[in-house]
């Protein structure tokens, strides 16, 4: 089956609209898996999610699945905008991390309710359901998701979807260097056994090393980490995901190009995460 994905946001922790972001995108996370038939099936609702809410009304789509990674703003502040939800005969579910202290729904409501937002969650119109993760791999039309937590403050997941034919890791938030990277097993890594032999790596790299050291426990990654991460798991194509907001197209591509020094010639040159980009997992 072939499977793409369509990045609609992949800027960390604030969107950034202006002139020195319009090659990579100021819009945060949020990725569309196109696999054909089935429902519509989106990774995390940043302030990307609206534009593609506009897409999916357009062509009529009624089913859609979004799972969240966790519930910061950059990661779930779109979901107010998402058009499908003023549609009685959409039906939503949304998955994220599960916390012992109140349910997804709860959590969820706190930042769609008055007064941080004019309209109750409990009254949009679509059909709207919450799982919590991880739980269960997620499957449909011979695609399937699996959940589990790994570090990043609060509770936070990444993921990692088969088709049969390839394999995508996606963790945009993630500080595997926290617990170390180099010289472990990645049984012993954080989101090791999410990432392992993964042919796509959608993974957090918002820093560059010098900056990395003073943001230290912060939950994001340096460059250095998100290669020497893709390395040690075994993945094959990385792509630079979660830009920090402070950073130019210019910067960005700075970062790159130093992704590409470390990585060297054994794998794929990495790639920035752009708007608009379509990969094609098996590509
Ligand atoms: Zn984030
Ligand atoms: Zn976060």
Redesign the pocket.
């Known amino acids: 089956m072939s499977v793409r994905l369509k990045i609609w946001g992949c800027r960390g922790s604030v969107a950034t609209p202006g002139p020195n972001t319009v090659t990579y995108g100021g819009n945060t996370s949020c990725v569309q898996v196109l696999a054909g038939g089935g429902p519509a099936l989106v990774l995390d609702a940043g302030t990307g999610i609206r534009a593609l809410g506009l897409d999916l009304v357009r062509r009529g789509t009624r089913q859609i699945h979004l799972f969240l990674t ?1 519930l ?1 703003l ?2 779930l502040e779109g979901l107010r905008f998402f058009a499908p939800l003023w549609d009685e005969k959409v039906t939503l579910d949304v998955w994220g991390p599960r916390s012992p202290v109140l349910s997804l729904r709860e959590r969820i409501l706190r930042a769609f309710s008055p007064p941080l937002f004019p309209v109750d969650f409990r009254d949009v119109p679509a059909r709207v359901t919450f799982h919590d993760l991880p739980g269960d791999p997620w499957r449909s039309e011979g695609i399937s998701l699996f959940a589990d937590l790994v570090l ?1 403050p609060g509770p ?1 997941l990444g993921f990692r979807l088969e088709t049969g034919r390839s394999t995508l890791a996606y963790l945009p ?1 993630h500080e595997p260097a926290l617990t170390g990277i180099e010289g472990r097993s990645p049984d012993w890594i954080s989101g090791g056994a999410l990432a392992g032999g993964a042919d796509l790596l959608l993974h957090d790299a918002q820093y560059f090393d010098e900056e990395y050291d003073a943001k230290i426990g912060w ?1 994001h990654s340096s460059v250095a980490h998100a290669v020497g991460f893709c390395r040690a798991v075994d993945a094959r194509r990385l792509v630079l995901f979660h830009h920090e907001p402070e950073h130019s197209d210019r910067t960005l591509e700075l970062l790159e190009a130093r992704a590409r020094e470390l990585t060297g010639g054994k794998r794929p040159p990495p790639v920035l995460a752009r708007e608009g980009m379509v990969i094609d997992l098996n590509g």
């Open positions: 966790h910061h950059d990661h990043h936070t938030d939950g």
